[in-house]
T-cell receptor, first 113, second 115 residues
Framework: DAKTTQPPSMDCAEGRAANLPCNHS???????VYWYRQIHSQGPQYIIH???NNETNEMASLIITEDRKSSTLILPHATLRDTAVYYCIVRPANSNSGYALNFGKGTSLLVTP | AAGVIQSPRHLIKEKRETATLKCYPI?????VYWYQQGPGQDPQFLIS???????DKGSIPDRFSAQQFSDYHSELNMSSLELGDSALYFC??????????????FGEGSWLTVV
């Protein structure tokens, strides 16, 4: 059963911000929201994760709604190299066992010149 | 920074043969995960190990087995290979015990082609 819902595809012009939405309405209190991306046939690449506060790093920003039922990944200035499948994943942060990432369908982002 | 190392990167086997994939986690990481990604599919979790013990199990076929060794490297053994086992196999690693999540990092994958 899918815990997240993402649009299957999105387009973005190079240099513009890419805003990728994710719905996770059944998220539990101890679950983090993780974002990964996979450039064609390469290993999934970690982007960012958060619990309830907005987060920013050198790659992206993560905006989580106050009720935590949805989030948005923002790539502030998309480049052609950002073309990839983006996965939004919820995952417990319990340190007692290695909870794996369960990949859903993701959003295929195409950045165009 | 050191990443997850997988070997071999490419492997071709015939049906009913056996294949072994190796994974060397990021130094000091104690947990490894194995994923399978078929053509046009999303990565599917197979199995994970923490401190050399199986910690979680996904959709791993009975023909597959894996283990984690004392140096934390892991091997995925696949027997009686079928054409449908042709896929990209990813290994990933993480360090448990970190309070703010335990981010999982992936290797570049091993391509298995069964002919």
């Amino acid at each position: 059963d899918a815990k997240t819902t993402q649009p299957p595809s999105m387009d973005c012009a190079e240099g513009r911000a890419a805003n990728l939405p994710c719905n996770h309405s059944t998220i539990s209190g101890n679950e983090y929201v993780y974002w990964y991306r996979q450039i064609h046939s390469q290993g999934p690449q970690y982007i960012i994760h958060g619990l309830k506060n907005n987060e920013t790093n050198e790659m992206a920003s993560l905006i989580i709604t106050e009720d935590r039922k949805s989030s948005t990944l923002i790539l502030p200035h998309a480049t052609l190299r950002d073309t990839a499948v983006y996965y939004c994943i919820v995952r417990p942060a319990n340190s007692n066992s290695g909870y794996a990432l369960n990949f859903g369908k993701g959003t295929s982002l195409l950045v165009t010149p | 920074a050191a990443g997850v190392i997988q070997s071999p990167r490419h492997l071709i086997k015939e049906k009913r043969e056996t294949a072994t994939l190796k994974c060397y986690p990021i130094p000091r990481h104690d947990t490894v995960y194995w994923y399978q990604q078929g053509p046009g599919q999303d990565p599917q979790f197979l199995i994970s190990f923490y401190e050399k013990m199986q910690s979680d199990k996904g959709s791993i076929p009975d023909r597959f087995s894996a283990q984690q060794f004392s140096d934390y490297h892991s091997e995925l053994n696949m027997s009686s290979l079928e054409l449908g086992d042709s896929a990209l196999y990813f290994c990933a690693s993480s360090l448990l015990g970190i309070v703010y999540g335990n981010t999982i990092y992936f290797g570049e994958g091993s391509w298995l082609t069964v002919v």
